[in-house]
Structures are given as structure tokens and as C-alpha cells.
């Protein structure tokens, strides 16, 4: 059986388990006070250009963003996504357990627009009663989205100039970053998403690390206490060891690794999507990364899933529905040509 | 210069005024533990004809709303409301500050309707994915809504019904029941409430009193140490012969006094609204209580303005915006007339 | 029966009752807009010397106490108090509830000590794993204490100083201020407190107003939104006529009334603490406010509360107990001269 | 340079590594719905002797901690534990972020005394304010403690046993259970705690697994949500195979593997005693897991400081010190005898 499913079903890169095996029994402080996190920091910093960067190592996707959004947050103050946001959808109501309420707002295949989100803040000000509603501070994007579309360095600019002229913070949440970057088309570079953001994170779990999530705030300003906020958040992980040395892996010599690992999940997806196009099916949505979307017949979905396990997204009328594959720093092209041989 | 804006705008009831000066100097023990406030509680269990009805008494709308809410509310559990409702637009985010997530349903003129709610509970469990997401586990409806529409008993046994079935709580905003009441064509009763809901309250700002809200629970399981949990929240009146005393002054004689104060804005607002149909104007929303809204000119919005007050709830084409006008227990004919005067 | 049991057992005094009827009916915007908090909140600045100085009104101490350290307070850090600080004890977790730890330091007689806190604060940042715990960030003091003392100038000024040290802020609950400014020997004026604080409160329930307790912040910064905060707290009373023209009341003319208030609660403690001695009792704390503890023999205690109420603190031994008698701004002569009466 | 800090500054047991490694490129489905944790929990529940154990597997202790006392707390409810019990003490506030306050009692030895306990909570209810104050619903307590110390199963019974009649929650924090289990003269089996406690964890982090917590909840009824709780705390790992092989792999064979890692880490403990003992320092105190204590003069100290690291814990008069040395699974009997040598 293939399984298309999601981008967190294997482990890590070969590199890292390599590595995380050499150092098994090598005893280092802990909390990410390493060397191996010291470094897997630097890296950081030099990749965005600029040591006042602030970096942290978190464990997982839901935990980051919560620990962040409250930590960005302050009494009534509330953070603005799409209404397909991971955040408002598929997180259990972390934000909110932190506090703070989830402002939505329609997005276009999971982006949000900045035309939108500018009448949005606007007219917020304009009605007399806004001092009685949770107040927009922060707005939290994903890059890619959950739709596998990202924005073009044009949309990012337009959203970070609106946020700027509100006053609003902008943080982006980048689970599967490594497959935006590697995206064609992408004009969007890690150096643009610090300078554009106030924080972002470059996921680790579903591009090539076992487990970790890299957390990018512009400055320690932001956050003057987030190591003992994650600490509270039950968000520290002890052996700080395993996440920097994952990192430090995964970020060497100008990210080497890391853009491998979003590569290859992108290039698979290109030969999955073509495999689907040969048969005649139009991807439901024009993604350049590594989540596919396509509105099949029925039939042809089970006979797909008799070989295959991929995400069932909804129907589409009485005989079609909408089917997601995602593949990642592990799929083989081997894989997708087995997949490709089950569509009929 | 007129009056419309809203419903709190004056103070209290005389009787009430009254009686809070009679008893001024009289010395109470604290906390609702009084002799004014064990008969209010008595007064409102008669009413709902169940002596194990927990009646709590709170200062205002919000706190009532978010303390309850986060009460019943564990974990990843969270609230359904329209997207219209108090708790969903105008409490900047009390429910959420409780760490519980507000779930919003697109609603009908601010009600919530039962086949809607029931398709929203029904996919939710239909999705694989549902125990990654906010839990809905209670019902939040306003009555009258927002919109000073009203449940009627059939809407409101339906969606009670779907609750049932669904394990999911039912609670009542009634900030404004007394209009609700009062209203030609309500067949729903206090009994009903108690009957078909979990918990709802019986509101006194905006119904006589000087403040305060009465809160009923089905009974004492629902949340065992709510009067505690008051204190927590901040809730919990010193001096609890303010509110005690109120509300048995509202209640005594079957809700004699709570009956006037609806009865009078509900009549107050039949007549405004007469005058605005006299002159050609249809309501907005056929509502029956003391909000009423208008799509009006504009030129004719700045007419009545300069003689009186209202709220201005946005704009409906270039020429035209919906206005609301709200009555209250103390609003006079003469009032009315004069606003009559007003409109060309 | 005469009752000495709190300092919320009556109501208004009589001038508040008086404009709160002569005011009844007049139609006010809400919510702290109209005129008379308009008033009160110039009346506060003039008192405290600052324009700059942010004023809101509240309901109730613990809501006052929660909302204000909820909002000072940011991710892990936390507010230091005494041990029998009324945040520690006596309002159901009210701080936890935002989220926010209170770490207790030992005091006497209700006081914090500059010099303990001040070893407490330089041992935190010695120890090296105090990035993993709550940071204090507040320190909350109680002016009167629980215990009736009152802080002199100069030891307020100490805790002050070691504050600003260690970057900690400073808020003072004066849920009886009125009976400390009032209290023979207080060397500490409204002006030092708002020098010397960043934030507190003028009680109002407690010191001759129906309810309320008015916050002063040193400026708008400290908690830019704490108005929209306030409302998501629950704390936002609709009709702001009612505390707004309570504190006009109470603080026009140089607060004339509220003086007056205090006095007459700190003149019939002290003629109660007259009595008592009379008889040959002591003190058991060397209170010069509205609260009079003695240490009394069970078989006095029982005398006595035959014809009198008042608060039980606790045994001290097999044959005594501690006792606490409260007078407030209504306390009459009569009343005392009775009391004395009763003590064998 | 020697290495007794803390028991999380190594890896993994290598026959975990060995597993990862091999089942690195395995497909599983995520969030612990993998055979993996199927088959770990299926271990956990045979160990505990009861198939209605409810089990989950998280990454970390604080988290752990706060996530199931967050989950078992509801409003003004809160948790009892020692002053010095890890949640008290180094969790950053965790649980007072949760909204629960920590409430503490004086211990000894890091151990809470059933009868201490019992008065606290017999005085609680005798107090006539008692619903003003937050409520004690769960005690917490670390098995073994801070200190290394193990409560004896009569201990343990008593304590339960207090809970019990107060109808208070009982809850272990085993972040080092395995040493406790191997320690000498330990009469609690993993199936007391199962049937004393309502909850407990298997500390894995600091017993040989690279990460992972395993909480062990008596019944799926005390908190229904906790899969979806634990989301909304950011705590579910997406590749729950990296927790339940781990888990699955420590615990075959009647737990062999946990169980070695444990009479390792005690064993060495005990040489490391030993060591001391024989150049005539006495243990501070008298542990028998894995966590020694000595106060030594401070020259001591100093001259084995240069060639082993260890936790300082404060000063014990001008020219002494206490110190924390600490095995685990992986210290070697070499190791200790150069630690050894170099005592002088």
C-alpha cells in the first residue's frame, strides 16, 4: 500500500539520524543550551541577515503557533486569519486556550488578501463600537498554505505594508516552508519573509527533521521572555541537543539539506500531478508545492484507494470529490509512478 | 435632544429606586447570602416551577455570558453561536479569554436555526479529523437576538432537540427577555427556558433594574461550584442586597414588575414603529420587540438626527443606511411622538 | 443585633443616594462616557497631580485586582505578594485565572518588607535555572493591609525603590484606602501613591459609595487597551452614570465626602479600640484603621456575640481567639457606645 | 570532563536508537493512532493490570504536568502540592497558565505527609469563607520527589486514602519513575500507583528514552477529551510512532528494558554514595534513587568542580555548600570511579 496521506509519515533525513546516533551517549547541557542548538541558531541568523534575530526550537506545528500568537498577544488583543487558517480549522482551539480569539476573514485558495484584510481593518475603526470588540494585533498567514498555493513576494508586501500602517504584527507559520521555497515560481526568500514578518517559523516535522520547528522572531523585543514563556507552555524540550543538532544538520552550508528535502517533496508532486493530468484530471487547485488537490469521480477514487492512502477533502456534487496527496522529502519517484498506475 | 441609542441609558425602575433607598442604612451579610437575595432566588424558582434551579445573580450581561460559558466548558470544548451573536462580535473576546473557542453558524435575522445546527454537528463528526478541532459542546442563542427577533417555541424546541441528540448544552443570553416576553406573538415562557435550556439568564440592565442579571441553571450539577467560580471570575457582588433586593422587587407578585418594564418598551416600540410606517417607511427586520431597525435615506437619517439619537448600523447602498431605534421600561409616548415629529 | 463584620453591610452614603434618585431618569451614553466619569476621571487627575494619569472604574475589588494585574502582567511572568495578601487568599485563584502565578513572600502584619523582597529578588536572578520559573514582574501590596496597618511614606518609598531596581512594578490595592488616609500617623498622601506606584485603586464599596473602585495608572502606556481589556473581563458596567457620578460625589471638593468617610470610620474604630482597652484589652495588631483585631478569651468572645456580629480569625490557644471588628464611613457612636456595652 | 548534572543529558537507550533507525522510513499513520502506541498502550495497560486505563503518550514533564492538571481542574478548582514539588517551584508557572492556582503545604524531604494534608484540608472547610477561596481538588505528588525520596506504600495509601475522603483528585508526576521502582526498600509497584492515584505518569526523557512522557489516566471518564485536550496544548506529537515504539520498546517483556534503565541509574547512584560515604561525607539526604545529595565544604566542592559538572543547590553556612550529583540509565561504573577520585 502507497501512502500519500501527509508529510509527517516517516522519520528524519538520513543525515539526521546518522548524526543522532553518533552523538547518542555524547552528554550536553540542556534546554538549547547546546552547542549543537548554539550553532543551529547562528545558521539562522546568518541565513536572514541579521544577528539580532531571535531563534527559538520548538517540538511541533500547533505548539508554535500557540506559544507565539500568545505570546505576541496581550489582554483583548486578537490575532486575524483565514478562515482555512491551521489556527481557526485543526488546532483544537490552542490560540483561544491561550486567550485570545481567532478573527476570520474569507482568503482565496487559503491566502489572504491584502485588498481584504486592509476594508477589514478599516472598517473596524470606523464602527463606533470597536473599543468593545477583541482588537486586531497580529496577522498569522501560512507559508505555503494549507491549500499548498503561496503568496508571490508582491501579495507578501501588500499584507506587510497593510499590517504596518495598522499597527499589526505579522507572523508567518511555515510547517511546510522547505516546499514553498522550492516552489517554481517562488520569488519569496527566507531573507524576505524576516524582513517582511515580525516572526515566522521554518518547519522542521514535515521537511526532513524527526520532529522540531525553528521559531524566527525579527528581534527579542517582540517576546522579551519567550524561553520561560515555551517553558510554561510545557514547550522546552529538555534534551535541547536533538532539536539544535537536527538543525544544525538540516541548515549547514547555506541549508543544503533543507532545500533538498523541500525539493524533492516538490519535485514528486510535479511528476504526481502530471501522472494525474496525463489522465485527463486538472489539479482543483493550481499548487506548486507539495500537497496536490484533485476533484475525482468517485470511482475513480476507490479504485485509486485500493492501492493507495491519500486525504479525503469533501464532495463535490453526488459522483465527485476532492482528494488531497501530499508527498515530501522522502518520496521516491518510484512511488508516484506505482500511484500513477493505479489511476485508471 | 432625544433618546434611542440604546436600552441602559436610564437608571432604575422607581419602585426599585425606592426600595434601594429605604434599605440603604439597613446592615446585610455579604455575597448573596441576604435575606433579599434567598427570596429573589425563590421568587425565579417558582417561576421556573423546579426548586432545584441554581440561581445565581451577576452585575452584567458579559460577565454572565463568559462566566457561565467558561463554567460549562472544559478542555478543547467550545461554544456555537450565529455569527451575530453578543458573544461572537461585542464582548472582545470574554468567551475566548476563558480559553474556549466561539464556533460561529451563519444565523437567520440573528437566530440560530435548528436544521443548520444540526448539519454543522452531523458533519463535524463525519470528518476524520474531528478530534483535532474545537469540540462543540454548547449552544449560545440570544433571546430576543440582537436583531430583536424571537425564537419561537417550535424553533426553540427543535433546536433544544438537536442539542439532546448531540450532547451539547443549550444556554439563553436574555439581556433583553423581558421584550422578549412582552412580545405579541412569543410563545415561549420562563418555564420553557428553564425546560428546554441548560442554563439561560433573565436580564435586569436593560428590563427595570439599576443593574444585574439573574442566572439559571438547570441545576446544581451543571456546574457544581459556580458560586465560587463567580468570586474567580470577579462576579461575586460585596454587597449582594443590591442585586437581591432588585430582583425581588422585579419578581414579586409573578414577575409583576419584570412584566411592566417589558410590556412598556415593547408598546413604545410598536408605537415608533407606527410612525415610521406612517410615513411610508417599512421595518428593516419584523421585529417585535424594543429594537427596531429601518433602512432609511440618508437625507432622512440627518433629518431625525438633529432632534435625537440612534445607533447607525451601516450602510446600505450610496443613498441609504439601516438605523436602530431601541425603547426601554421608562421610554414614554411623549418621547415617541416627538421622534414621530422628527421624521419628514 | 449590632453587626461589625465587614465594611460592606450598608449601602451609599445618603448625598450619593440622593443624586443617584435626582439622576434616575436622565438618559446618559454608557459605559464610562458620559459626563459625571468624565468628571470623576478629572477629579482623580487633579487629586493624584498628573493629566497623564489613566482612570477607570470598576465594580468590585477582585475584578479590579484581576483585570489590572491580568493586563500588567505577560507570559510567565507573575505578581509577588504577601502571604495574606488578599490576591493569595481570598479571591478563588482571581490572578491564576488570567494565567498569572502569585508568588507569596512572607510579611508582617500584612506588610511587605523592602528588604525581604529585596533578597527575594536578588536570590531569583541568582539562581541559574530562573529562566524556568515565573518571573516576577509586579509586586501587589495592600494599602490598608488585611491586617489594618498601613505603611509609612518611608516604607512604601523603599519598596518602591527596590522595584525599580529590579524593573518590577508596583500596584497598590486600596479596597479601603479611604480608612488608611484617614489613619492617625499615615504620612502617605493619593500623591505619593501615584508617585510611587504604577498602578492602584480607590475603593469605593467599602469607603461610603453603593459599589465601585476607581484604577489609576500612572500613564496609558502601561496598558494601552485596558479599557477594551476591562470589558472582556466582564468589568465594563453599561450604565457609567452610576460610578461616574458616585465618584463625583465623592470626590468633589478636594474629596470632601470621601475624606469624611474615612474619618468617620477610623474615629469609631479607634472608639472602639477605646472600649475594648477600657476593659483591659489589648490590641492584638497595632491598627490605626477600620479594622480592630483583638485576642479574646472564648467565654468574651461568646458575651459578646450575643448582642453583636462580627468576624472570627481563628484559636489562639485552647482558651482564646482572635476576633476582628470593622466600622466603615456609617458607623455610629451609638453603635459602639453598645457594643462597649456588651464587653464583660 | 564528568557529567552529573541532570539525567537528561544523553540520548536514548541504544536498542531504541537501533528500532528508530530501522523503522526510519516506515509509513504510519500519525498522532499515535500507529501500531506502535497501539501496541505500547496495550503494555501499559497489562502492567497496570486494568484494560480501562486510559493512556497517552507525551513528549515532555512540564507539559505533561500542566496538560492533565489543566484537564482535571475545572473553574475556581485547584492543585495541593509540596513547596518544593516541581510544579511549585520549576515549571514557570505551567499550571497557573492552565487558569488553576497552586497551592502549597509545607513538605518533608520533597514529601507531602498524609496527615499534614488532611489537616490542611480539614481546616479549609472549617474556615466560614471557604467558598472565596480557590478549592482544593487534586494533589500533586512526584514519585520519587525532588529530592530522590520515595514514598512508602503506607505512605502512599494514607495520602490516597485522605484524598479519597475530601473527594480530591490524586495525581504522580514520574518523571524519574524507574529509579523510584528500582530504588532499595521501594514497596510500590506500578500497579499502586495505578490503584492509589487517578493519574500518573512513566517518565521516559530521563529513562532511557530519547523523549517521551507516558500518562496513565484510571478511566477514560476523567477527562473524556484528553486526545483532543492534549492537541489544544500543542502535546500531540504528529509522529506518534517516535513515542510509541519508544515506549513499546522500554516496556516489552514486563517493562525489561525500563526496568534496566532504572536499576542502572541506581546502581550507579549507589557507587557514586559510596564514593562519598567513604571519604566521610554523609548524604545531605538519605536517597536511594538515582539523586544524591551532599553539603561539602566548599573547597570540596571546588576541587572536584575541575573535573565533573554538577547541580549547586545553596549554601549551608559561610564555608559549605550542598550539591546534586545525578546517574540515569547510561553513567557508567567508570565514570563514577573517576568521579571518585577525584574527591579529595
Redesign the interface.
Known amino acids: 500500500m502507497l501512502?500519500f496521506?501527509?508529510d509527517?509519515?516517516?522519520?528524519?533525513a538520513?543525515a539526521i539520524?546518522e548524526r543522532?546516533?553518533n552523538?547518542?551517549?555524547?552528554?550536553?547541557?540542556?534546554?538549547g543550551t547546546d552547542k549543537y542548538s548554539n550553532n543551529a541558531r547562528q545558521l539562522v541568523r546568518s541565513a536572514v541577515g541579521n544577528h539580532f534575530a531571535d531563534v527559538h526550537f520548538l517540538?511541533?506545528?500547533?505548539?508554535?503557533?500557540?506559544?507565539i500568537i500568545?505570546?505576541l498577544l496581550?489582554?483583548?488583543?486578537?490575532v486575524v486569519a483565514a478562515e482555512t487558517g491551521h489556527i481557526s480549522?485543526?488546532?483544537?482551539?490552542?490560540v483561544?486556550?491561550?486567550?485570545?480569539?481567532?478573527i476570520t476573514l474569507p482568503g482565496k485558495e487559503g491566502k489572504l488578501e491584502a485588498d481584504k484584510l486592509e476594508s477589514y481593518l478599516h472598517d473596524f475603526y470606523e464602527d463606533?463600537?470597536w473599543?468593545?470588540?477583541?482588537?486586531p494585533a497580529l496577522v498569522y498567514i501560512s507559508f505555503p498554505t494549507e491549500f499548498g498555493t503561496v503568496y508571490s513576494l508582491k501579495e507578501l508586501e501588500a499584507i506587510s505594508s497593510v499590517c504596518h500602517r495598522y499597527s499589526v504584527k505579522l507572523f508567518a507559520d511555515g510547517a511546510r516552508l522547505g516546499y514553498a521555497l522550492a516552489a517554481k515560481g517562488c520569488d519569496v526568500t527566507i531573507k524576505d519573509l524576516y524582513r517582511l514578518c515580525d516572526a515566522f517559523y521554518i518547519g522542521g516535522?514535515?521537511v526532513g527533521a524527526?520532529?522540531g520547528e525553528v521559531l524566527v522572531l525579527k528581534n527579542k523585543d517582540l517576546?522579551p521572555?519567550?524561553?520561560?514563556?515555551s517553558?510554561?507552555?510545557?514547550?522546552?524540550?529538555?534534551?535541547g541537543?536533538?532539536l539544535g543538532l537536527q538543525f544544525e544538520t538540516l541548515f549547514a552550508d547555506d541549508f543544503k539539506l533543507y532545500k533538498e528535502c523541500g525539493r524533492n517533496g516538490v519535485e514528486k508532486a510535479m511528476e504526481l500531478r502530471a501522472a494525474f493530468e496525463a489522465k485527463g484530471y486538472r489539479p482543483a487547485i493550481d499548487s506548486h508545492t507539495n500537497q496536490q488537490f484533485f476533484t475525482l469521480p468517485n470511482t475513480v477514487i476507490d479504485t485509486i484507494a485500493k492501492g493507495a492512502t491519500f486525504e479525503?477533502w469533501g464532495p463535490r456534487g453526488a459522483e465527485s470529490s476532492t482528494v488531497r496527496f501530499v508527498t515530501n522529502w522522502?518520496t521516491t519517484s518510484e512511488a508516484v509512478a506505482q500511484l500513477a498506475a493505479l489511476i485508471p
Chains 1, 2, 3, 4 share one sequence.
Open positions: 501512502h496521506d501527509s509527517y509519515m516517516e522519520g528524519a538520513p539520524m543522532l546516533c552523538t547518542n551517549l555524547e552528554q550536553t547541557p540542556g534546554y517540538v511541533g506545528g500547533t505548539q508554535t503557533n500557540a506559544s500568545g505570546a496581550r489582554g483583548a488583543e486578537a480549522v485543526h488546532e483544537a482551539g490552542a483561544e486556550a491561550t486567550g485570545h480569539k481567532v463606533d463600537t473599543q468593545h470588540m477583541a482588537l516535522t514535515k524527526m520532529f517576546a521572555h519567550f524561553y520561560t514563556d517553558k510554561r507552555f510545557g514547550a522546552m524540550l529538555a534534551k541537543r536533538l479525503y522522502a
